[in-house]
């Protein structure tokens, strides 16, 4: 499958990210998420679909439960780290998802996650643009 839309998006984020100060990475942005908690949930889909990416290249998929964000927002204490740690860490785990992705052998793109019910080739598609959507809302 191809990355390229993923690299894309890093590329033209990754330095926009860095320019926010850590005064501005603190503030709430929309009703409910820091900055910090916004792109902290941005690593937590990275950390989900790593799963999802890597285990429905073995087959259909069951038993992997489902995306519980604030939970996982909360716990996951954004809030209290630098800002510039978790855009390094959003940035490189963003790249390792790239070389997954380009690594997925077109012919499992139709292996199904039933609980999500939606194929690894529509998760690899949609994954950027739900990286853009949270992104335009950060700056």
Known sequence: MDSTP???????????LLAVTEA??????????????LLGHLIDSAANNHQRFIRLQQGDLQGLAGYAQEHWVAAGQYQRAAWSDLVALWWQYH?????????????????????????????????????LHHLERLL
């Open 95 to 131: 790249r390792q998802l790239a070389l997954i992705i380009d690594g997925i052998d077109p012919a499992c793109g139709g292996r199904v996650w039933q609980e999500g019910g939606v194929d690894l080739e529509a998760l690899v598609l949609d994954y950027p643009r739900h990286q």
């Open 6 to 16: 993923l690299r894309t998006l890093l590329e033209a984020w990754h330095d926009r």
């Open 24 to 37: 501005e990475a603190q503030e709430v942005v929309g009703t409910r998420w820091s900055r910090k908690e």
